[in-house]
Nanobody
């Protein structure tokens, strides 16, 4: 049985940092791309950042580039999302998801992902 577990969320002041972790079990982790998505109240789930099965990072847009860094440690079956200089608009529930994707183009579409975690809340106070 596959499980993805996120951790590291919390309440932080604007300008602060958090590091989210996504730890997987029950799958061959190195064969999966992992994406981070977020969903704020009243908004649709959106892609934030991800990392391909080969270790290439992908970022959503200029809104997170330079502030967020995604990395993976296959030995620990874990993907990290380092978030710096957090802004109020980063407030959301953050989810990680895994997509079996060896040799495939990285997808930023939520429907393409096979497994999801339960999410971790990130709240940025001004």
């Amino acid at each position: 049985q596959v499980h993805l577990v996120e951790s590291g969320g919390g309440l932080v002041q604007a300008g602060g940092s958090l590091r989210l972790s996504c730890t997987a079990s029950g799958l061959t982790f190195s064969s999966y791309a992992v994406g981070w998505f977020r969903q704020a109240p009243g908004k649709e789930r959106e892609f934030v950042a991800g990392i391909s099965w080969a270790g290439q990072p992908i970022y959503q847009s200029d809104s997170v580039k330079g502030r967020f860094t995604v990395s993976r440690d296959n030995a620990k079956s874990t993907v990290y999302l380092q978030m710096n200089d957090l802004k109020r608009e980063d407030t959301a529930k953050y989810y990680c998801a895994a997509d079996w994707a060896v040799g495939a183009v990285f997808s930023t579409t939520a429907d393409d992902y096979d497994y999801w975690g339960q999410g971790t809340q990130v709240t940025v106070a001004s």
